[in-house]
Structure formats: C-alpha cells, structure tokens
C-alpha cells in the first residue's frame, strides 16, 4: 500500500515553455502533499507543501509564481514550472501523507526535468 | 534555527557493519525518520523512531537518544546493494520533517 506515482519520468523542455509535473497517491487519500527539488549530489529541498483544496504553503526563495501548485484533490497535485530556464533543471519529488498518527511521507519516483 | 548534521561520506566493507550518526537540534520534536536514497531514485523509507531506545527491522536498526538530540541507523552484513544515501529527518513541533543532507555510504568488496 502507499503508492504515490509521478508523471512524466522524465522531460527536457525548451526554455521558456512550462511544464507539468503530476503527484498521485495510488491507494489512500493524501491530505497533505510536499514538492521537493534535488540538485545532483545535493539533499532534497522542500519547495512546498500543499493541503488539498487550500493554497500551497511555499519555502522561503521559492517562487509562487514560478511553481504552481494546484491541490485538487485528495489523491492528485500537480506542480507547474513556468517559464522554464537551464536552472531549473533538476530532479523534481514529490511525497504525501495520509492525514493519520504516521507522520511517514511516500514519495514518488521523482521527474527529472532538463530544460535546454 | 533548525539543524540536522550528519557524516558526508563513508565507506564500508562488505559483510561488515556501520553505524551513520545523526544530531538534530529542532524546535521541538515529534520523531526521526531515516530514509535510503539511491542514485536517481526517490528516497525510500526505513525506520521512525519517537521513543528513545533501538528498533530493530532485519538487517537494519535505528536507535533515539531525545536528552541527546541524537540517531544512529546501523546496518549489519553490508551488501553491495546498500550502497546508497541515507538521509535523516526530524520532525519538529509543526510536524515538519527536517531534512538532513544525507550520508553516502559505499560498500567496497
């Protein structure tokens, strides 16, 4: 159980354009999802955390503007790179929780986004 | 501030056994995850821990010290598919996990 998919895999993108990366947990409902960002050889940096049908809640020098956040449901969040540059390449996770006592979140198997 | 501090790098044997050390210093404390992390992959998790003392699961353990705002995640009969990063994470009293910025472990033969 706790499955969370993330689609695409994998992107490369021009810059300038958006892109769209979904989270969806598989088999429970996710009332909390987190939006990771992981640069090569770096730890995982939280980007944002969202509830759902309430706006996202963003890290300091994450820009809300850049990285949409749209919690829609229980079970799917998606993040949005807008305007895409070469910078924001990188691999992108996303994890949920289930709202319960386990504070454990399950991660997605990540997007990796270059944008050229 | 907030702050998890754990070892770069280490290197093991395999078939030995090694302990990763974490210290935490967060605004109050609500447990501490430790996650594996391959190369490419996303994290995957291995143990909470909220109540001092060791959890054991097969071949890996975690042990919390709370007085001592410290962790250690011990692996026995290393193998090479161990080789990986091994983050720590503690959740503070927002029930936010703070990340630590993981420990690379290689597995030698």
């Known amino acids: 159980g706790a499955v969370v998919s993330q689609h695409p895999s994998r992107v490369i993108c021009k810059s300038g354009t958006s892109v769209k990366i979904e989270c969806r947990s598989l088999?429970?409902?996710?009332?909390?999802m987190f939006w990771y960002r992981q640069f090569p050889k770096q730890s995982l940096m939280l980007m944002a955390t969202?509830?759902?049908?309430?706006?996202?809640?963003?890290e300091q020098g994450v820009e809300k503007d850049k990285f949409l956040i749209n919690h829609a449901s229980l079970t799917l969040s998606t993040l949005t790179v807008t305007s895409a540059h070469p910078e924001d390449s990188s691999f992108y996770i996303c994890?949920?929780?289930?709202?319960?006592?386990?504070?454990?979140?399950?991660f997605g198997p990540g997007t990796r986004l270059t944008v050229t | 501030g907030q702050n998890i501090d754990q070892p770069t790098e280490m290197t093991a044997t395999e078939g030995a056994i090694v302990q990763i050390n974490c210290t935490y210093q967060?605004?109050?404390?609500?447990?501490l995850f430790w996650y594996q992390q391959h190369a490419g992959e996303a994290p995957t998790f291995l143990s909470y821990?909220?109540l001092d003392g060791l959890e054991e699961k097969g071949r890996f353990s975690s042990f919390l010290s709370r007085s001592k705002g410290y962790s250690y995640l011990l692996l026995k009969e290393l193998q090479m598919k161990d080789s990986a990063s091994y983050l720590c994470?503690?959740?503070?009293?927002?029930?936010?996990?703070?990340w630590g910025a993981g420990t690379k472990l290689i597995i030698k033969p």
């Open positions: 994890s949920a929780r289930d709202g319960g006592d386990s504070y454990e979140q399950y």
């Open positions: 088999d429970f409902q996710a009332t909390t």
């Open positions: 969202s509830n759902e049908g309430s706006k996202a809640t963003y």
């Open positions: 967060t605004s109050g404390f609500n447990g």
């Open positions: 821990n909220v």
């Open positions: 994470a503690a959740l503070d009293s927002n029930y936010q996990l703070i």
